[in-house]
């Protein structure tokens, strides 16, 4: 690996340095339109709400919204965002645990699509439903289980348990708010099951992506019997169904789109609802690029490599729980060897990768791959400060975000 998009490794590192971060506009441009043709090729009516969390970089989010993507949030800081730039509130989906009042209040007037996550959310847009004198729309998150192997889930209220058909009766008998729509969310990172004692989430957190199509089925076909359940019993027409996101990429995304799309048509005919996807790692995961350089090599007595390169789990705090993939910049495949990839940290849990890597030496280049998820927001200055991120698009590079200085760290 040479160039990213066109443009020479030597010019990035000789503009920048490293390590940097690089974004292809090409590769996120081609992901968001080909996820929304593969549902839309399927169902009648489509919107995907990009997930801010998986990285908020303004170049990256401004990019996804002028191809016509919505916003996901899961805060009110990232509702925010989405309005400095300039997206009206209606195109915006307000997700997460926790929203305040002024919070809500503000998604209320500028129309967002709000999906409830708990009881007490609940009673605070009850509250501002009657000091404004008129209904407020709402949706509620549904959580069931689908065979996933994790804590029970945290968010929303649950099927099985007749939780979710209380909420909405509530609702239907109070009248200050309307059920507008349902949302589901399949997650990628979970913390499976054990023993409390001693208990360490992290030794317990688990990357499963991408899951089975028939995990996302079983969530589909769950939340429409819902939807008719509470159409049946309450009178309540949805609008929309929120399938969240969890996807694979689109090159593997067809039997997902299936698994979602069939279960709805086969009960809503000619009054579909809009169908809502919250797509992240599946539109920036393989956009962005880590470009690297060696800093150290050692040669252990177990005949395997330690390299040290100059960023580690500050910059890849992912890392923790899914080692990453690695590309050295030569033509080189010789003499490969199982190499413990380390960040410069001090620290000796500062992995990266094991993977089999060529002969190297100090100063030499390595492109950390396929880390646009979830990396640059979890990022830190711990002990490094954080270096630039730039765009390439159709050649030209643009910078997202400067390298940090000392004095801006410490104004």
Known sequence: MNEIDGVSIKKLIGEYGTPLFVVSAKILRNNFKKFRQEFSNKYPKVEVAYSYKANYLLGVIDLIHKEGGLAEVASGFEYEIARKIGVPGKSIVFN???????????????????????????????????????????????????GIHQLPDRFGFNLESGEALEVVNSCCEKRRLRIAGLHIHLTSYVVQPGEFENFIPAKNIKLIWPKSSEMHRSASERLVKFAQQIRNRFGVTLKYLDMG???????????????????????????????ILEPGRAIVKNAVHLITTVVDVKEMT????????????????????????????????????????????????DIVGIVKLPELKIGDNIIIKNIGAYNIPQSS???????????????????????????????
Request: with cysteine.
């Open 381 to 411: 200055s711990f002990i490094f400060p954080r270096p630039f991120i730039v765009l390439i698009d159709d050649g030209d590079l643009k910078v997202l975000r400067r390298a940090e200085s000392i004095d801006a760290m410490l104004a």
């Open 302 to 349: 177990n005949e395997k490599r330690r390299v040290t390169l100059d960023a580690g789990i500050n910059l890849l705090p992912t890392s923790l729980w899914s080692l990453q993939e690695f590309e050295v910049v030569t033509n080189s495949n010789e003499n490969l060897k199982e190499t413990m990839v380390y960040g410069p940290l001090c620290l000796q849990t």
């Open 245 to 275: 996101g969890g996807f694979p990429d689109e090159d593997s995304l067809t039997p997902y789109v299936r698994a979602v799309v069939e279960p709805i048509l086969d009960v809503f005919k000619n009054d579909e609802p809009l169908l």
């Open 96 to 146: 997460g645990p926790y929203k305040r009042n002024q919070e809500l209040k503000r998604a209320i007037e500028d129309g967002a699509i709000i999906n409830v996550d708990n009881k007490y959310e609940l009673e605070l847009i009850e509250d501002i439903a009657s000091d404004i004198n008129k209904p407020v729309e709402i949706g509620i998150r549904i959580n069931t289980d689908v």
